[in-house]
């Protein structure tokens, strides 16, 4: 999905109940769309965070690869949408323009 950053929440740290530290940032796109334009996408990990943190900032144009997953919880299920890849827009576009020979004939 494509969109802009339009805002990144503070970093959630915590510790599991097997004693793993963890982390996990929320960020929020606009993708443009006239109905429900924001998406909110999480990362977990710290290395994972730290890069994000690194290399995006509120109003850069990402495309972001993700999963859907559900999870129950007293009879109610809540969908994540987990982000695994972050790429800068502007990026992407160039790779697939560089990579795309369909439109060259041999006539």
């Excluded at 530290?21 to 006239?34: D, Y």
């Excluded at 943190?53 to 997953?69: E, L, P, Q």
């Amino acid at each position: 999905m494509n969109g802009e950053i339009v805002k990144i929440m503070e970093v959630e740290k915590g510790t599991s109940k097997s004693g793993k530290e963890w982390q996990k940032l929320t960020f929020v796109i606009n993708n443009g769309n006239q109905y429900n334009p924001e998406v909110a996408f999480q990362i977990f990990g710290t290395d994972k965070v730290e890069k994000f943190n690194k290399y995006n900032k509120v109003g850069s144009k990402v495309d972001v690869s993700f999963n859907v997953s559900s999870r129950e919880f007293n009879g109610k299920y809540y969908n994540s949408l987990d982000a695994w890849k972050v790429f800068k827009a502007e990026e992407t576009k160039e790779v697939a323009i560089a990579g795309d020979d369909s439109d060259d004939l041999p006539f």
